[in-house]
């Protein structure tokens, strides 16, 4: 009987263990993060000099692209910070007053709505950008009516995934009560 127990304690300790490797990929994540952070600065230096003689227009689109950098960015966050929690260790360290007020709070169920929140966010983004574009001559002849058909209803069923996503975290938590 106890040769059973300690092959089945030591299955469970090595199942428990195997969540280390996750850390490598939220790594990857923190590069990921690195690499955006170059593209924004890039984009903004090449815009900056710029910045006198662009159009409102164009300047609405910079910004947006801009934005939708950071959003991804945030997004990054939460699921660096979120998973890393959540799925293979606490963080051992006083963060002090910089910690931001979600970090250790977000359970699986926040996680999820954050980064569904975020990918309708980015996408409306992207979706408006296009919907700018239109009027640019440039940019006009190569988006037709086709993609901008796509563009709306990839966004659509984001929104819908959304809504059903939270719908069914509320039946969920409801049906827990």
């Not at 490598?24 to 955006?36: K, R, T």
């Not at 966050?77 to 709070?105: C, N």
Request: aromatic residues 12%; charged residues 20%.
């Amino acid at each position: 009987m106890s040769e059973k127990y300690s092959v089945e304690t030591s299955f469970e300790k090595g199942l428990f263990a195997s969540r280390w490797l996750m850390a490598p990929m939220y790594l990857g994540l923190a590069v990921a993060l690195a690499m955006l952070t170059l593209i924004f600065l890039k984009e903004l230096v090449y815009y900056l000099p710029q910045v006198l003689e662009l159009s409102a227009e164009k300047m609405i689109l910079v910004a947006l692209t801009l934005i939708d950098l950071t959003l991804a960015a945030n997004l990054l966050l939460i699921v660096m910070f979120s998973g890393y929690e959540s799925f293979v260790s606490k963080f051992d360290f006083d963060t002090g007053a910089d910690k931001p007020g979600w970090m250790g709070k977000v359970d699986f169920g926040g996680l999820k709505m954050k980064l569904i929140a975020s990918i309708v966010a980015i996408s409306g983004i992207h979706l408006l950008k296009r919907f700018m574009e239109i009027s640019d001559l440039e940019t006009a002849t190569t988006f037709g009516e086709t993609e901008m058909f796509w563009l709306v209803t990839i966004h659509l069923t984001f929104v819908v995934s959304g809504v059903l996503m939270a719908l069914m975290d509320w039946l969920q938590a409801r049906s827990y009560k």
